[in-house]
């Protein structure tokens, strides 16, 4: 069966410079969620797109943006990074119709920021 | 959404059950039970939910308590494959791009041979 795919797999960046993240979902989900898990640290939600539209917002920075396109698949921007947004970025997406449908995660993007 | 209290850590020997327990004396009538699980490193796993009834599937059972304060999810026979971090969600599913899961501190189980 077909999973969430997320790319690149891993990220090497410098400091202040900016990265992009893509996030293509499980076909005919229509939700898609960012999480954020630094090192050590359990998942934090960064932000949700439902139809292409942001749906719900958690402790994303300014300096990252995303958007959901026409065929679902997400990016997230990243700019001015830093040494501490070095992590590991997980998508996730649910389909449509049922209210308490499960989550299905990707194997994650590890940015690290030097 | 209610909060929960899972053990820091726990281990289990091969080919024995695994019972993990979760808390969550504040959770409100409409809440679920979610397990998920994240094996080093990667995404999150779903593993099974619940509103109030036991509920089993290929991977586990859940079992939640009549007054629906605590549950336990049981891995019948643990491989070295389930350790794994495990978090019990409790939340208020809604559709249209509101069904967010909030992590907090899960469990560790270490499964050894």
């Known amino acids: 069966a077909a999973g969430v795919i997320q790319s690149p797999r891993h990220l090497i960046k410098e400091k202040r410079e900016t990265a992009t993240l893509k996030c293509y979902p499980i076909?005919?989900?229509?939700?898609v969620y960012w999480y954020q898990q630094g090192p050590g640290q359990d998942p934090q939600f960064l932000i949700s797109?439902?139809?292409?539209?942001?749906?719900d917002k958690g402790s994303i920075p300014d300096r990252f943006s995303a958007q959901q396109f026409s065929d679902y698949h997400s990016e997230l921007n990243m700019s001015s990074l830093e040494l501490g947004d070095s992590a590991l970025y997980f998508c996730?997406?649910?389909?449509?119709?049922?209210?308490?449908?499960?989550?299905?995660f990707g194997s994650g993007t590890q940015l690290s920021v030097l | 959404d209610a909060k929960t209290t899972q053990p820091t850590s726990m281990d289990c020997a091969e080919g024995r059950a695994a019972n993990l327990p979760c808390n969550h004396s504040?959770?409100?009538?409409?809440?679920?039970v979610y397990w998920y699980r994240q094996i080093h490193s990667q995404g999150p796993q779903y593993i099974i939910h619940?509103?109030?009834n036991n509920e089993t599937n290929e991977m586990a059972s859940l079992i939640i308590t009549e007054d629906r304060k605590s549950s336990t999810l049981i891995l019948p026979h643990a491989t070295l494959r389930d350790t794994a971090v495990y978090y019990c969600?409790?939340?208020?599913?809604?559709?249209?791009?509101?069904?967010?899961?909030?992590f907090g501190a899960g469990t560790r189980l270490a499964v050894h041979p």
């Open positions: 504040t959770i409100s009538g409409n809440e679920y």
């Open positions: 076909p005919r989900h229509d939700t």
């Open positions: 797109f439902y139809e292409k539209m942001q749906s």
């Open positions: 969600i409790v939340r208020v599913p809604f559709s249209g791009g509101y069904n967010k899961l909030i």
């Open positions: 619940g509103l109030k």
């Open positions: 996730a997406s649910s389909p449509p119709g049922q209210s308490n449908e499960k989550l299905f």
